[in-house]
Protein backbone atom coordinates (compact mmCIF):
# COMPACT_ATOMS: atom_id res chain seq x y z
CA UNK A 1 0.00 0.00 0.00
CA UNK A 2 3.01 2.12 0.75
CA UNK A 3 2.96 5.26 3.25
CA UNK A 4 -0.09 6.87 3.94
CA UNK A 5 0.86 10.87 4.87
CA UNK A 6 -1.99 12.10 7.24
CA UNK A 7 -2.39 15.89 7.37
CA UNK A 8 -5.38 17.33 10.55
CA UNK A 9 -7.18 17.58 7.55
CA UNK A 10 -7.73 14.34 7.27
CA UNK A 11 -11.15 12.38 7.25
CA UNK A 12 -9.92 10.03 10.19
CA UNK A 13 -7.94 12.20 11.60
CA UNK A 14 -11.21 15.11 12.65
CA UNK A 15 -13.31 11.95 13.17
CA UNK A 16 -11.28 10.84 16.22
CA UNK A 17 -10.54 14.45 17.36
CA UNK A 18 -14.03 15.10 17.49
CA UNK A 19 -15.10 11.97 19.77
CA UNK A 20 -15.02 11.82 23.37
CA UNK A 21 -12.71 8.77 24.38
CA UNK A 22 -13.25 6.39 27.28
CA UNK A 23 -9.96 6.04 28.97
CA UNK A 24 -11.17 2.28 30.41
CA UNK A 25 -11.99 0.96 26.86
CA UNK A 26 -8.85 2.58 25.73
CA UNK A 27 -6.89 0.95 28.58
CA UNK A 28 -8.24 -2.48 27.51
CA UNK A 29 -7.00 -1.55 23.88
CA UNK A 30 -3.71 -0.32 24.98
CA UNK A 31 -3.24 -3.66 27.02
CA UNK A 32 -4.55 -6.06 24.01
CA UNK A 33 -2.16 -4.49 20.96
CA UNK A 34 0.59 -2.02 23.29
CA UNK A 35 1.57 -3.42 26.06
CA UNK A 36 3.33 -6.08 24.97
CA UNK A 37 6.50 -3.46 23.91
CA UNK A 38 5.21 -0.46 26.01
CA UNK A 39 4.99 -2.16 29.08
CA UNK A 40 1.40 -2.66 30.87
CA UNK A 41 2.15 0.30 32.94
CA UNK A 42 3.33 2.62 30.10
CA UNK A 43 6.37 2.05 31.79
CA UNK A 44 8.24 0.74 29.16
CA UNK A 45 9.89 -2.46 27.78
CA UNK A 46 10.83 -2.98 24.28
CA UNK A 47 9.10 0.14 23.38
CA UNK A 48 9.62 3.36 25.04
CA UNK A 49 7.73 4.73 28.25
CA UNK A 50 4.84 6.52 27.45
CA UNK A 51 4.29 8.23 30.72
CA UNK A 52 3.88 12.05 30.20
CA UNK A 53 3.59 11.37 26.12
CA UNK A 54 0.18 13.47 25.77
CA UNK A 55 2.45 15.94 27.00
CA UNK A 56 5.41 15.47 24.43
CA UNK A 57 3.17 14.63 21.38
CA UNK A 58 -0.31 16.21 19.89
CA UNK A 59 -3.41 14.23 19.49
CA UNK A 60 -2.84 14.21 15.85
CA UNK A 61 1.05 13.82 16.68
CA UNK A 62 -0.08 10.07 18.47
CA UNK A 63 -2.60 9.22 15.90
CA UNK A 64 -0.23 9.78 13.62
CA UNK A 65 2.60 7.52 15.44
CA UNK A 66 0.58 4.56 16.20
CA UNK A 67 -1.09 3.86 12.26
CA UNK A 68 1.83 5.10 10.40
CA UNK A 69 4.24 2.44 10.72
CA UNK A 70 7.14 4.96 10.28
CA UNK A 71 9.11 4.15 13.46
CA UNK A 72 9.83 0.39 13.34
CA UNK A 73 9.59 -1.84 15.24
CA UNK A 74 6.95 -0.43 15.61
CA UNK A 75 3.82 -2.15 13.52
CA UNK A 76 1.00 -0.43 11.41
CA UNK A 77 -2.23 -0.55 14.03
CA UNK A 78 -5.53 0.15 12.32
CA UNK A 79 -8.08 0.99 15.13
CA UNK A 80 -11.54 2.23 14.67
CA UNK A 81 -11.91 5.82 15.23
CA UNK A 82 -13.50 5.37 18.42
CA UNK A 83 -11.01 2.54 19.39
CA UNK A 84 -8.25 5.40 18.41
CA UNK A 85 -10.38 7.94 20.50
CA UNK A 86 -10.33 5.56 23.51
CA UNK A 87 -7.20 4.88 22.95
CA UNK A 88 -5.78 8.93 23.07
CA UNK A 89 -8.24 9.09 26.10
CA UNK A 90 -6.08 6.74 28.02
CA UNK A 91 -2.83 7.94 26.97
CA UNK A 92 -4.20 11.83 28.31
CA UNK A 93 -4.24 9.85 31.74
CA UNK A 94 -0.43 8.66 31.81
Known amino acids: MG ?23 GNAIFQMNCAGCHG ?10 LQGVSKRKSGYGLIHQVISGDTPPMPKF ?7 ADLLSYLETL
Open 40 to 49: FQAEGNVGPS
Open 78 to 84: QPSEKEM
Open 3 to 25: AYLLSPADPYIKGVLSLSGDPMQ
